[in-house]
């Protein structure tokens, strides 16, 4: 009897060592409240950590979907990111939007429609607020083609950043000072801006709200409205263009449509948005869930 407890433990402990691990998805982290937010600066240490924001507010709920995957957090600019997953690495993100570019090193898949706060603003010191309130039309939005012709204003952007396609068409055809930044990408340009190191540059208002709040000055800058920011792109997720990377693109896409067949969706979405899904961004979410419900994969 006990040779025979002693073989069944012996078994079980080898069938415990021969298990294979977890397969991991490592997710790129950049510190951009409120949409991604850091924990005391640092980034999140688990799906447990992870902030009540737009992008990782959704992870949180995705994620919990993802039962057979690990999940880890890299803190990682967007140059490290391509260069990582050119040199073979997988890594994961929900922070970068879709451009021909990228697809040359990255997969794609498609997460929920844009919200309102995903729409892009030209952002301005206050005091030079009443000029280019001027240079408004009727519908009260800046035209940023118009803007991009000012010889007298100077803009600065993050190296590698995009901002969508019908942004980054008119970006092309201009010469805008980068700056290579890391993954604070937000504060340390919003940092210059404040000292004057520029006249304005290109943000989500909600960003720039979390970081006024943050340093103690709320109105140091204003986020006006621009007509090409309406073309925000759907939220994107995406993986190095590596086997590994197609094998967790796909179970991400997976637990999309898996989040978009429940029943009881209103539960979820106050999980990830709480009391400020706007009506609009209700009717577009819905919309898109159905047809994420309905459909295949959405993979490119």
């Known amino acids: 009897m006990l040779r025979r407890l002693c073989a069944a433990v012996c078994l079980a402990a080898s069938a415990t060592q021969a298990a294979p691990p977890a397969d991991t998805i490592r997710w790129v982290a950049q510190d951009v409240p409120p949409h991604f937010s850091f ?11 992870l ?37 073979g690495e997988t890594l994961c993100s929900s922070l970068h939007v879709r451009t021909p570019e990228r697809l040359q090193w990255l997969y794609f898949s498609h997460l929920y429609p844009p919200l309102i706060s995903r729409e892009i603003h030209v952002i301005v010191p206050r005091q030079r607020l009443a000029e280019l309130a001027q240079a408004r039309p009727g519908d009260g939005r800046l035209v940023l083609a118009d803007l991009l012709k000012r010889q007298d204003l100077r803009l600065l952007l993050a190296r590698d950043r995009a901002f969508g396609a019908q942004i980054d068409t008119l970006l092309s055809h201009q010469v805008v000072p980068r700056l290579a930044v890391g993954a604070q990408l937000s504060t340390q340009l919003l940092d210059m801006l404040r000292a004057g190191r520029m ?49 967790h693109i796909e179970a ?49």
Not at 224 to 245: D, H, M, N
């Open 39 to 49: 924990v005391q600066g640092q980034p999140p240490r688990s799906v447990a950590e």
């Open 51 to 87: 902030g009540r924001g737009e992008v990782d507010g959704f992870m949180r709920v995705l994620l919990a979907r993802m039962p057979e995957f690990r999940h880890e957090f890299v803190e990682a600019s967007t140059a490290r990111y391509e260069a990582e997953s050119r040199r």
């Open 199 to 247: 006249d304005y540059t290109l943000e989500y208002p909600s960003v720039v709200k979390e970081y006024l709040a943050r340093v103690g000055d709320p109105g140091a800058l204003v986020a006006l409205p621009v007509a090409e920011g309406l073309s925000t792109l759907l939220a994107t997720v995406s993986c190095s263009r590596t086997p590994q990377g197609r094998r």
């Open 252 to 300: 991400i896409d997976a637990a999309v449509r898996k989040l978009a067949r429940e029943p009881n969706r209103e539960a979820w979405v106050r999980q990830w948005r709480g009391n400020r899904a706007e009506p609009q961004d209700m009717k577009r979410l819905n919309a898109y869930m159905d047809e994420r419900a309905r459909g295949g994969p959405r993979i490119e």
